[in-house]
C-alpha cells in the first residue's frame, strides 16, 4: 500500500513538472535566451553507506530502562531516484525543488523533498562546464504518519555535458547526512520495541551518492 502512495505521488509530480515544463518553452518563444527559463530533471544515484552513529532509549521488557548508542562502520549500498522541477536564476545559478524515492540504511526507506542550488563554472550555458551544489530538506518514513520525519542534506559537485540548449547530462558525486528515526530492536526479546515502550530512537547515517541526471 505505501510503495502504491510513493509511486503515485512520484507521477503526480512528474506531470506537474512537465506540465512547468511545457509553460516554459512557450515562454521561450517570446523570451529568446543561451538557456532555458524552467528546467525538470530525472536523477538517480548509488548510495554508499560508511558510517552510522544511532542512539536508542527504551523500557525494555523487564521494566527495565535501556539506552544503547552505537557507532559503527562499513560498507551498505542503496539506490535513489529523483524527479526535479526549477528555475535558470541566471546562466550560473539554479534554485530546484527535489523529491522521489530513497534507500538511506537497512530497512530504513523516504520520500525525501529538498530544495538544491547549483552552481555552474563558466559564462557560456552551451559549454561543458563544472558544478557544485547544496541541498537540505526533509524526508517522509511513513505517509501514515507525517510526524515521523527524517532530516537530511547534501553537498557535493560534479560535471555537466551540454547536449544542447535544452538538455543537459550531469555526472554527480556527493556526501549525504541523513538524520532519521530507525525502529529499534531488543536482543533479548527477538523483536522490535513498540511505541509505547520507545523513548528515543535517532541516527545519523552518512553516505556518498554517485550519480547522473538528465536535465530538460
Do not use: C
Not at 30 to 43: C, H, L, N
Not at 58 to 67: A, C, L, P, T, V
Not at 198 to 210: E, G, Q, V
Amino acid at each position: 500500500m505505501k510503495r502504491s502512495l510513493f509511486i503515485s505521488v512520484l507521477f503526480a509530480l512528474s506531470a506537474v513538472f512537465h506540465a512547468l515544463a511545457a509553460e516554459a518553452g512557450a515562454a521561450e518563444v517570446r523570451e529568446k535566451r543561451d538557456y532555458p527559463r524552467f528546467t525538470f530533471g530525472i536523477e538517480t544515484s548509488y548510495v554508499l553507506t560508511f558510517l552510522n552513529y544511532s542512539h536508542f532509549n527504551f523500557i525494555s521488557m523487564d521494566g527495565g530502562r535501556r539506552d544503547v548508542k552505537t557507532m559503527s562502520g562499513g560498507a551498505y549500498s542503496n539506490g535513489q531516484i529523483l524527479v526535479s522541477g526549477g528555475v535558470n536564476i541566471s546562466p550560473a545559478f539554479n534554485l530546484s525543488l527535489y523529491t522521489g524515492y530513497s534507500g538511506v540504511y537497512s530497512r530504513v526507506r523516504v520520500v525525501p523533498v529538498a530544495l538544491r542550488l547549483s552552481w555552474f563554472s563558466g559564462k557560456d550555458p552551451m559549454r561543458n562546464r563544472w558544478m557544485a551544489f547544496l541541498s537540505a530538506g526533509a524526508g517522509f518514513n511513513d505517509f501514515g504518519n507525517l510526524t515521523d520525519v527524517s532530516a537530511e542534506g547534501k553537498i557535493g559537485g560534479g560535471y555537466r555535458i551540454s547536449l544542447n540548449r535544452s538538455v543537459k547530462l550531469d555526472f554527480l558525486l556527493a556526501f549525504q547526512e541523513v538524520f532519521t528515526h530507525p525502529r529499534a530492536y531488543e536482543s533479548d526479546a527477538g523483536n522490535y520495541v513498540p511505541s509505547e515502550r520507545l523513548r528515543r530512537n535517532d541516527a545519523f547515517i552518512s553516505a556518498l551518492t554517485f550519480g547522473f541526471s538528465l536535465v530538460f
